[in-house]
T-cell receptor, first 109, second 115 residues
Framework: AQRVTQPEKLLSVFKGAPVELKCNYS??????LFWYVQYSRQRLQLLLRHISRESIKGFTADLNKGETSFHLKKPFAQEEDSAMYYC???????????FGTGTSLTVIP | GAVVSQHPSRVICKSGTSVKIECRSLDFQATTMFWYRQFPKQSLMLMATSNEGSKATYEQGVEKDKFLINHASLTLSTLTVTSAHPEDSSFYIC???????????FGEGSRLTVL
């Protein structure tokens, strides 16, 4: 069963433009949602998680339980934001951790 | 941030042999570790959840006899690909869950090539 859906495999925006990476999830119960980022030639690292409700590197994501979405947003994209972004879901027990298919973001100078 | 180390980073083996990949959390104790497989230009596919001191929980479609997972200590989980075949060639990534925060920290990945 597809638990995390990222509809866009590739996304290109110009520097300074707003960016939104979409993520929808399917899970019975109350999951935890995360965004992970992978910069070129680096390992995956946590960008942000919904329970902390913080902004990291200008990115924010709000959990919308009605729409089962956790879209990642940034008002002004920077070149250094170019990377692979993965939305991820964890069950409350912590014994499952699933990733979406990822979105490759390219910020055009 | 916390460090998770995977070894080896690259391994080439002959078909029919077994290969062991280690995943270590270097500066924290991880009761839960996850093993993923990543195909080129695709996402991470969860293979199994490894809990210290108990049997791993495998995802549907993952052969537990082929991909043996052992989590013998709070800092080490191993994945053994038994009787490897060329179709097992892939990038295997482990992650360890920080107990207090639940955050996952990832290893650098291990690229397996089966000839």
């Amino acid at each position: 069963a597809q638990r995390v859906t990222q509809p866009e495999k590739l996304l290109s925006v110009f520097k300074g433009a707003p960016v939104e990476l979409k993520c929808n999830y399917s899970y019975s119960g109350s999951p935890e949602l995360f965004w992970y980022v992978q910069y070129s030639r680096q390992r995956l690292q946590l960008l942000l998680r919904h329970i902390s409700r913080e902004s990291i590197k200008g990115f924010t994501a709000d959990l919308n339980k009605g729409e089962t979405s956790f879209h990642l947003k940034k008002p002004f994209a920077q070149e250094e934001d170019s990377a692979m972004y993965y939305c991820a879901l964890s069950g409350r027990t912590g014994n499952q951790f699933y990733f979406g298919t990822g979105t490759s973001l390219t910020v055009i100078p | 941030g916390a460090v998770v180390s995977q070894h080896p980073s690259r391994v080439i083996c002959k078909s029919g042999t077994s290969v062991k990949i280690e995943c270590r959390s270097l500066d924290f104790q991880a009761t839960t570790m996850f093993w993923y497989r990543q195909f080129p230009k695709q996402s991470l596919m969860l293979m199994a959840t490894s809990n210290e001191g108990s049997k791993a929980t495998y995802e549907q479609g993952v052969e537990k006899d082929k991909f043996l997972i052992n989590h013998a200590s709070l800092t080490l989980s191993t994945l053994t690909v038994t009787s490897a075949h060329p179709e097992d060639s892939s990038f295997y990534i482990c992650s360890a869950r920080m107990p207090n925060t639940g955050e996952l920290f990832f290893g650098e990945g291990s690229r397996l090539t089966v000839l």
